[in-house]
């Protein structure tokens, strides 16, 4: 499965730019997009996916469409007959767009059973450390027993064996 790259950064305040790489970071394409287009394309994708009923495989066709831009370099990059999993590095006005739904000619990429697709949306190549918080590890668990299944779940006793477990351990447990 080859791994490609679509980097989306500001260049000035009026443009950005749009950059597809291969799996060692090599650029094979890339392309200005206005920052009015950008702005636009956005609340597109989101009015749309907020509609009661949101017509999912024009947002996607229009996900897609946006990367492909008029070269339409994007599908030739796709055409790996092993499928392709799709990093996008893109600041955070994009990142939450529903990319998993591209569908150019209607045809949603992530679900094509002959050439797999996925995303894989990165929020940032810099990780920022993380101060830990000094205290005991808090665990939530619930418990369900299925419909027509026998024996029943006795949840009291279940609940009790997994406090007796865990009454020496530095967790805070609430079941």
């Keep these: 499965m080859q791994n490609l790259q679509i980097e989306v950064f500001p260049k000035t305040s009026t443009r950005s730019m749009l950059r ?3 799996h060692e970071g090599t ?5 200005p997009l206005d920052a009015d287009r950008i702005d636009q394309f956005i609340s597109e994708i989101q009015d749309g996916y907020r509609q009661v ?5 024009e947002l996607g066709h229009d996900l897609y469409t946006f990367l492909d831009g008029d070269d339409r370099w994007l599908g030739a990059a ?20 529903p990319w998993e739904l591209m569908a150019p000619n209607g045809e949603y990429l992530a679900i094509d059973i002959v050439k797999p697709f996925s995303t894989v949306v990165r929020v940032s190549d810099h990780a920022s450390e993380v101060e830990r918080a000094n205290r005991e590890l808090r665990i939530l668990l619930m ?3 299925p419909e027509d299944v026998q024996p029943v779940l006795e949840f ?8 007796d477990a865990t009454r020496d351990a530095p967790v805070e447990l609430f079941v």
């Design 78 to 97: 796709l055409d790996d007959p092993s499928g392709t999993v799709l990093h996008i590095d893109a600041d955070e006005r994009l990142r939450h767009l």
């Design 27 to 31: 650029l094979i394409k890339e392309r």
């Design 143 to 145: 418990a369900t027993s």
């Design 156 to 163: 009291e006793r279940e609940e009790g064996l997994i406090l």
């Design 20 to 22: 597809l790489k291969d």
């Design 53 to 57: 009923s949101p017509v999912l495989r």
